[in-house]
């Protein structure tokens, strides 16, 4: 109900001044009906716990009717979306409000707003909720509504949101910074007369430079410094003591020093200390950010999947590397290739298994002129593509690190990490308050001086920052020599491993033009129909028997079938033609001596195309890890290479032949039932199960698109010959990490040790913290650029 009061009184919910009228709900008082409606839908939901993380958290609301209005047009709902079908549709959107963790808390809990949003996941560091909703029962519209509601309007720019948002992300902090800095001189200036011990000033001027001096001080606390003091505050409220926590106790105890000193004439205060401690500390805050971004930038613009895609140029078919890609261009999916950007359908059956986008794995029928989204993998014969956007490397990437394919692994680093930042803020108040209370009774200056600068010098962010900007450089590395991962925690991952397991066909072999030494004697119009075929494929040996094969003319495929580990089945031009394992076409077992591919066209045998497999260069190089690690050989085929490859395995025991993808699915899993700690390399093809089951799966690939999003990296297979310098130079990287923890543990156990005897001023100490963070950032840059350079990566 609307009341009428005289009493000046606040929003609950966002914290306003109400107006005379305002609305009144389980005795809370709102400013406006959308605020009153906000706290109705949350505490319907059983939401209110939002309350607890921050007082009047919520902003202030005005009314959304017709301001969305623009978002029921369908031609910009498809701008601005991921990927949408005729039940879910997923979008990704910039919220400049987020700030905190009842942020988090609130915006990743949509759907006890309205069940038809499936989930919201926030990226804090980009400012972004990704949300997947059900498009039949709530618009885009509603769901931008529903944000703006609850206080977290969207930023929607049409023409270039992403770059919008990136130009103006680090903006506030300039400004602050700029504050911070302005203020930090002129108070500096005004304390020459301090410094340098004028006298003759002193009576005069000495007490009005110190008032001016506090006025200087206001906007550096209030304003450059108010994100410390609010963090500090959100996180407390939420009984959790963060790094923030004793920085902006520093920078109470300096201003209420100064404040106290000015006013009873004792002395100059510390306005200068306190300018300049905010002021290094927001640049320190900035180079971190920097740096940040421009890692981001690097992995989500400049470096892309190894992977390609069959581009369509004059009619003629060729391997584009995805960085190539440009809208208009024409592209070729074949059976199990995911789409790398929004398309339009052209030519082709069309099953899009959007498994990898949305979770679910029954495959939707597209017909022509149909936008095919990003992300989708196509089951069934060949389609045609016009590519309507460009690639999007970022998105890829998010969608590989979706929650469906995450595996649970221990990272050792992340748990060292939380465990730094849960115990490292209680430590360092111990020690604050100990060498106050030592101090105390006989030097109060120099109690505070000490309790300030313990306060301040200490940097657990050095300890924090180790980790993460390692993995980062160190991924920056594997990228720029063709070996793209998952996330930084592959890293890790890598450098545990104690057993290798090697897929031959693809993978330690590679086809060539003169790969195939036998041919099955077929007239024109059965070659015709066999390259039909295996061109819906991309399995190595169909794509070897296309170049074979490549003068034949394309006929009509339909009904096509591709069974992993056995073979291809489709009708062409009428005929229904199989092509692959000996059992698959006959039933029976498989005899052959040789690598070999049959054919049987409308259940007649035709003969068979034989292989001469030829090994990857470098090969020499990969089967030396057996003197390191465990190296096994998994195959499909028959045991005819034995002998050939012996002298790169151990024994017999290593290399085992004849296995089914669900074979080497269990195979991984007996490896890991013993202990041990498993990377399979395989062309994420016939063994995606081992892929995604083994502790480190890896794709390779060769100018296809078979990216796996079971895989926890894509390697080009020109780079495979560099694997044993990859896994040293991951165990580099997780040196690294241990020398920048021990460095910064030195930092901190000097710092204190010198800060409690209170000889250590609380600007130096302000100084040295930042100045500890850049050391951090720079040995971790330099030290993987070094390993790198050492193991002759680029």
């Keep these: 109900m609307a009341v009428n009061i005289s009493a000046p009184t606040t929003c609950y919910h966002c914290g306003n001044d109400c107006e005379k009228d305002h609305y009144v709900l389980d005795n809370k008082d709102f400013c406006c009906v959308g605020c009153k409606g906000v706290y109705q839908v949350l505490a319907n939901s059983g939401l209110c716990n939002y309350y607890s993380y921050n007082a009047h958290p919520g902003a202030t609301l005005k009314s959304t009717e017709k301001r969305f209005e623009y978002l029921d047009d369908p031609s910009i709902i498809n701008d601005l979306v991921d990927f949408t079908d005729d039940t879910i549709t997923i979008v990704t959107l910039y919220i400049p409000y987020i700030h905190c963790s009842s942020c988090i808390w609130l915006l990743e809990k949509l759907n006890r707003f309205n069940p038809a949003i499936y989930y919201s996941r926030i990226d804090f560091l980009k400012k972004q909720v990704n949300i997947r909703f059900n498009n039949r029962e709530i618009g885009l519209r509603q769901v931008v509504e529903l944000l703006t509601d609850i206080g977290y309007e969207p930023l929607i720019n049409l023409q270039d949101v992403i770059k919008k948002q990136q130009t103006g992300k680090g903006d506030n902090l300039v400004k602050k910074i700029a504050v911070a800095g302005f203020c930090f001189g002129n108070v500096m200036l005004l304390s020459f007369p301090e410094y340098l011990g004028l006298s003759a000033y002193e009576q005069t001027f000495r007490h009005f430079f110190g008032w001016v001096n506090v006025m200087f001080s206001l906007p550096v606390v209030f304003y450059s410094g108010r994100e410390y003091f609010m963090s500090a505050y959100k996180n407390l409220r939420n009984r959790v003591l963060n790094i923030d926590f004793p920085l902006a106790l ?236 998952k996330n930084a925690a592959v890293v890790e991952q890598m450098a545990a491993i104690d057993t290798i397991v090697l897929d031959k066909t693809g993978t330690i072999t590679v086809g060539g033009e003169n790969g195939i030494s036998k041919k099955a004697l077929l007239d024109n119009y059965q070659q015709q129909l066999v390259y039909s075929i295996c061109r819906n494929s991309a399995h190595p040996l169909s794509v070897q028997i296309c170049n074979y094969l490549h003068s034949s003319k394309q006929l009509p495929v339909t009904d096509y079938l591709e069974l992993a580990g056995k073979g291809i089945c489709a009708t062409v031009d009428g005929h229904l033609v199989k092509v692959g394992s000996q059992s698959f076409l006959t039933g029976g077992a498989n005899i052959a001596a040789a690598t070999e591919v049959h054919v049987m066209i409308d259940e007649t045998y035709a003969g068979y195309f034989g292989f001469t497999n030829k090994y990857r260069d470098g090969l020499e190089a990969i089967t030396k890890l057996g003197t390191d690690y465990k190296l096994y050989l998994l195959s499909g085929d028959q045991d005819h290479e034995r002998e050939a490859l012996r002298p790169y395995f151990k024994d017999d025991g290593y290399m085992l032949f004849n296995r089914s993808p669900q074979q080497k699915l269990d195979f991984v899993k007996s490896l890991q039932l013993a202990g041990k700690k498993v990377m399979m390399i395989g062309d994420g093809l016939n063994d995606s199960g081992a892929l995604k089951q083994s502790d480190l799966g890896i794709a390779i690939t060769d100018n296809v698109n078979n990216f796996s999003p079971g895989s926890d990296a894509i390697l080009d297979g020109r780079s495979l010959k560099l694997l044993p310098v990859f896994l040293k130079f991951s165990r580099d990287s997780i040196t690294i990490i241990y020398i920048s923890f021990c460095i910064s543990l030195c930092y901190n156990l000097f710092g204190l040790s010198y800060a409690v005897t209170g000889n250590l001023s609380p600007l130096l100490a302000a100084i040295l913290m930042p100045l500890s963070t850049a050391t951090i950032i720079s040995f971790t840059s330099i030290a993987a650029h070094l390993a790198a350079k050492k193991r002759k990566l680029r």
């Design 250 to 485: 520093g920078i109470a105890v300096l201003f209420l020093r100064t404040l106290a000193e000015v006013f009873t004439h004792s002395g100059a205060g510390f306005a200068d200390t306190l300018c300049g401690l905010v002021f290094f500390l927001l640049v320190g805050k900035f180079v971190q950010q920097k740096t940040y971004y421009h890692i981001s930038f690097e992995r989500d613009y400049r470096s892309f999947f190894p992977v390609a895609v069959q581009a369509i140029e004059n009619g003629v078919e060729k391997p584009l590397p995805l960085s190539e890609l440009n809208v208009g261009q024409r592209i070729r999916i074949r059976n199990n290739e995911i789409i790398p950007a929004d398309a339009i359908l052209l030519k082709g059956d069309a099953r899009i298994d959007f498994s990898f986008v949305t979770g679910e794995s029954v495959p939707v029928k597209k017909v022509w002129g149909e936008v095919v989204y990003a992300g989708g993998r196509q089951t069934g014969e060949a389609i045609e593509l016009e590519v309507i956007k460009p690639v999007s490397q970022s998105y890829l990437t998010r969608l590989w690190n979706n929650e469906a394919f995450t595996r649970v692994q221990d990272n050792r680093m992340q748990t060292f990490n939380q465990k730094v930042s849960r115990y490292f803020t209680i430590v360092l108040l111990v020690i604050a308050f100990g060498s106050l209370l030592f101090w105390l009774p006989g030097d109060v200056y120099l109690a505070f001086s000490a309790f300030t600068a313990v306060l301040i010098v200490a940097c657990p962010c050095a300890l924090a920052l180790s980790t993460p900007f390692t993995m980062s450089a160190a991924l920056g590395v594997f990228d720029r020599n063709f070996f793209y991962l």
